[in-house]
């Protein structure tokens, strides 16, 4: 026994002297190299290597190569990239390369289908979809402009010139008038009750637009005028990635409207006076006397006399002696654009992160309009087991918006004989002592009108997948936005006219919240049948708070509105809270049959508390039926013909955009005055303000869709082909009551609106060499809009300009016809009209067609001038990629459409006014109607401002270069591109004098007057 114990210790210590140096092997940290390549042995950038089970990770460089390193020694590697198959590879050495094959069903095409994700090829309805590429070929501040030209069927107009602004889309035009028509956004899948104007466009992965209401539909009442879907970036798996894009812009107004310079404005008001006192200032010779008496109030205004003195100094008038101000130019400025973007991106298999940043800022061209946002957003995507996912996305943003003053419209009435400043270099208050007329100069500085926005956009989920195919997922998402605006004037503004100063603030804060449970099942039958179910239950919470303040007279003025309780005056306050919810059920079935035979069906049950008792819920169905016939063995590996499909849908969607209590009626306030011993005493009282209706109920519309879809020649040639037909039936239309009732109109359902059309997409690859490539996409939309019926039946509403048959927007009045000359024959026809209907016309004045032609022209001579909708819309883009270089353009055009280009002409002579060549007995041929001092408005003005608004516009031109990647890789640098852009710059409108016939006001009205924007941009994108 004695003699096996040192045998036993020295067996031990051997057996551990050659096991140490394994363990110690074990723990000794590896490096492993390689490089991917495709099957065709070219090398893949941006592979994801990651080691399984760890945080551990990297991606390939521009040459395909990677280096990770294996703390333990030992592992395995998960090797993925879009499109490829996925692979593990155990390491058992220091090098291994890999060979990715392609992955067949992750080369097909995913789209967000609302609820949910689709391939492409089973999608049954009409989705259109825009990549982040082509979001950002246009730089923009508002991620829905990016639709513009992009999409078929949707009509994108800007809501005017400020920095800031937003847009207003139409998706296959109107069809309420009084509910919105504006699209459902959806972030992130949680749908949002407001715009995406907080956005940054340098978040969005793709926007899906869902047109008709087949694909619609599963969002029920919110679906009826579309719905627009926002994917943002997310976190991906590999190494640390890092992205920055920015740029800096130069921009400048483009179609300036012009006005009379001093020379011209003389002339002008002369004339208004000899048509208003033709014995006092009869045309011919004229002395500077006679100039003192037209031009009275500027014997009060030393500078302004001079300057007329000025052209008589000799004796005899000579124009070109007087100094022209141009007061336009105290409004205009250039403007500058600045944007960046950061993003970072981590994680593994189990873990994916991004967070990204945003600063942008933008100087209008108008001086105190200017738009400032930042932002920051972080998501994050944690697989805990197996079975379980859970993720969120954190958005903030912050913007500021210096709205300004109407300065560039007000500049237009100025007096350009006055100067703007004395010998001291002090602003003239009243240029000219015309008391209606007060220095703009007072208005940079002295009128300030800010917008504050902060918005909070949470999307949090759960995901737990089930036995039996069963997978739920709950989504909870919050927006809250608190909104300040505020606005000031001083007393030596415009508005004040040396009164007192003025101030308001309003306060809004709105918390939305949406809750969904969805329950989804998938399961294949013999690998023939596919059917996927989606099971939803979601409750939707709107609360908004307001409040305003107005006050007048402030101690102080550098107060602004931040202490209106110094005021003399408080006018007004008010405060209103305003609370609405919605419920909703749906359920959708998705069936395919080999793969060539797809069936989608949905019902949805929506209830909103906004409603009468007994009619909050309404009901949504759609059914959608696809084809596709390249799967077919009469066309199965056609050489022409490599896709084809045929889609067949209809559905109903609903519209309960009422006021939150419109149903019950309203109160309003009323002040009465009681004498109580000759002491007027004020008491407050109320009165009736709304009718209640207990019988509102739901706007619906029900579509029918027809679809193609076609790729040729090995996807060479694809696009779509759409036919739909829409009917809108129980509007809520503001019915007019007469005046007697005491209420001016009431809410009801009634009505039918109809809406029809053809929308083309076409995209091409022209050439395709090793080199260079070639692309284009062409889109087309037709769409007639129309009025079915009205609250009294197929009959017109004149009050209203509503005309069975036509769109809900036209414009009705006389048609101008020209000039009344002085002429035998117009002097008989005017003055048989003067006799019948008791008109004023004379030579000079404007001419109206006799459209009934009963000799007198009256308001039966109203005639529909056109409407204000497009009958088409397109867009063409065209790109080029030669080796490093790319260079894109992109027009849009819109034909067939009028719109009332108001220039606000008053002719009067008191005011300066367009440019415009007017009437005189010297110029006969005068497109515009003689001056006259006595008319405050030239009669039948509205007529001659309605103009065929047709137009195509340049929308982009760009050029890029990316640099070679053997120049980058070296500094770390996975992508570099630097690129020059042009945005808006040029309008071919050849019958419209506007400044641009894509704006339009607040009120919706269209144009504005202040300049369009051309901008220059140089920017740069970079990864790491």
């Known amino acids: 026994m004695k003699s096996l114990v040192p045998k036993i210790r020295r067996l031990c210590l051997r057996t551990l002297m050659v096991c140490i140096p394994s363990l110690i092997h074990a723990q000794t940290p590896r490096t492993v190299t390689g490089k991917v390549t495709d099957p065709a042995g070219g090398a893949l950038i941006g592979v994801s290597i990651a080691v399984k089970g760890t945080a551990i990770g990297t991606t390939t460089d521009a040459s395909g190569q990677y280096k990770i390193t294996l703390p333990d020694g030992k592992g395995t590697l998960i090797v993925s990239f879009l499109g490829y198959l996925k692979q593990e590879i155990p390491v058992t050495g220091n090098r291994h390369n890999v060979v990715l094959k392609e992955d067949p069903r992750a080369l097909e095409e995913v789209v967000v289908v609302g609820y949910g994700t689709q391939k492409r090829t089973d999608v049954t309805g009409s989705i259109s979809s825009i990549s982040s590429k082509k979001i950002q070929e246009v730089p923009v501040s508002n991620a829905a402009a990016a639709l513009q030209g992009r999409v078929a069927g949707v009509l994108v107009d800007k809501g005017g010139n400020r920095p800031g602004d937003g847009v207003r889309v139409q998706i296959r035009g109107r069809r309420s008038f009084s509910a919105s028509n504006d699209p459902l956004y959806v972030v992130d899948g949680i749908p949002i009750d407001a715009t995406i104007n907080d956005l940054d466009p340098d978040d969005i992965e793709t926007m899906e637009v869902l047109k008709d209401a087949s694909a619609a539909a599963i969002y029920g009442s919110r679906g009826a005028n579309g719905v627009v879907i926002i994917t943002t970036r997310r976190g991906k798996a590999g190494k640390i990635n890092v992205r920055y894009s920015g740029y800096l812009g130069r921009d400048e107004a483009i179609k300036v409207e012009q006005r009379m310079n001093a020379a011209e404005f003389v002339e002008y008001r002369r004339e208004a006076k000899r048509m208003q006192y033709p014995d006092k200032y009869p045309a011919g010779s004229f002395t500077f006397a006679d100039d003192i008496r037209l031009f009275g109030e500027y014997a009060s205004d030393y500078y302004t006399l001079e300057n007329l003195k000025a052209a008589w100094a000799g004796g005899t008038y000579d124009p070109s002696k007087l100094q022209s101000t141009d007061w336009s130019s105290f409004a205009l400025r250039k ?546 990629t030669y080796k490093g270089w790319d260079l894109s353009f992109f027009l849009i055009t819109r034909q067939r459409y009028v719109l009332e280009n108001n220039l606000g002409l008053s002719f009067q002579g008191r005011y300066n006014t367009a440019k415009v060549d007017y009437w005189t007995p010297d110029n006969p041929n005068g497109r515009y109607p003689r001056p006259n001092g006595g008319l405050e408005g030239p009669e039948y003005i509205t007529s001659m401002y309605v103009e065929d608004a047709s137009h195509v516009r340049l929308r982009n031109v760009s050029i890029g270069y990316k640099l070679p990647a053997k120049l980058t890789r070296k500094a770390g640098i996975s992508g570099f591109r630097v690129y020059a852009t042009g945005t808006n710059l040029y309008v071919w409108a050849p019958h419209f004098t506007g400044t641009d016939p894509e704006v339009f006001n607040d009120d919706n009205s269209r144009p504005v007057r202040s300049p369009s924007v051309r901008s220059f941009i140089l920017g740069v994108n970079v990864e790491f």
């Open 335 to 880: 403007g500058a654009s600045q944007d960046h973007h950061i993003s970072v991106t981590a994680g593994n298999e189990m873990t994916k992160v991004l967070f990204s940043t945003g600063y942008q800022r933008q100087t209008g061209i108008i001086y105190g309009q200017d738009f400032l946002r930042w932002d920051a957003r972080l998501t994050v995507d944690q697989q805990i087991t197996k079975g379980i996912k859970i993720g969120m996305v954190n958005y903030f943003s912050h913007s500021r918006q210096q709205y300004g003053s109407n300065l560039f419209e007000n500049s237009a009435t100025s007096n350009p004989v006055s100067p703007a400043y004395d010998s001291l270099g002090i602003p003239i208050a009243i240029p000219s002592n015309d008391t209606q007329v007060f220095s703009i100069l007072y208005d940079r500085e002295g009128i300030t009108r800010e917008r504050r926005r902060s918005r909070y956009l949470g999307s949090f989920y759960g995901e737990v997948k089930l036995p039996l195919n069963f997978r739920y997922r709950l989504n909870v998402g919050i927006d809250f936005a608190p909104y300040r605006e505020g606005e000031f004037q001083s007393a030596a503004s415009t508005p004040r006219k040396m009164g007192t100063s003025w101030g308001r603030v309003s306060n809004e804060d709105r918390f939305n919240y949406n809750v969904q449970n969805l329950l989804y099942w998938n399961s294949d039958f013999s690998k023939i049948h596919n059917i996927g179910l989606t099971l939803l239950q979601e409750v939707q919470g709107y609360r908004t708070e307001t409040s305003e303040i107005r006050a007048s007279d402030f101690p102080y003025e550098h107060q602004k509105w931040f202490n209106l309780a110094t005021a003399v005056t408080t006018e007004a306050m008010s405060s209103r809270l305003t609370q609405r919810q919605l419920a909703s059920f749906m359920g959708r079935v998705n069936y395919s049959y080999a793969g060539k035979y797809l069936l989608t069906a949905s019902l949805r049950a929506d209830g909103s508390s906004v409603l009468a008792e007994g009619h909050k819920w309404a009901y949504f169905p759609s059914l959608a039926l696809a084809w596709r016939l390249s799967e077919e063995k009469f066309l199965k590996g056609n050489n022409i013909v490599n896709d084809l499909k045929l889609r067949l849908g209809w559905g109903k969607t609903g519209n309960a955009a009422v006021g939150a209590y419109g149903t019950k009626g309203a109160l309003a306030l009323t002040r009465y005055v009681w004498n109580n011993s000759g002491k007027d005493q004020v008491a407050n009282g109320f009165r009736p303000d709304v009718i209640p209706n207990p019988d509102l109920s739901w706007e619906n519309t029900a579509t029918y869709n027809a679809g193609l879809e076609f790729g040729l020649f090995k996807g060479r040639i694809g696009g779509t082909l759409e036919l739909y037909r829409q009917r809108t039936t129980n509007l809520l239309l503001n019915r007019q009551l007469p005046r007697a009732s005491g209420f001016d109109d009431i809410t009801q359902n009634v009505g039918v609106t109809m809406n029809k059309g053809l929308e083309v997409t076409l995209n091409t690859v022209n050439i395709d060499k090793r080199d260079f490539r070639w692309t284009t996409d062409i889109t087309f939309t037709s769409n007639r809009e129309q009025i079915v019926e009205l609250y009294n039946g197929a009959k017109d509403d004149i009050g209203n300009s509503w005309f069975i048959g036509q769109p809900i927007s036209v414009i009705y009045r006389q048609r101008a016809i020209g000039i009344w000359q002085n002429t035998r024959e117009d002097i008989d026809l005017l003055t048989k009209y003067n006799t019948n209907g008791g008109t004023k016309f004379a030579p000079g004045k404007i001419k109206i067609d006799d459209i009934n032609s009963d000799g007198k022209i009256n308001e039966q001579d109203r005639v529909i001038l056109g409407s204000q909708t497009p009958r088409w819309i397109g867009s063409i883009s065209n790109t080029f």
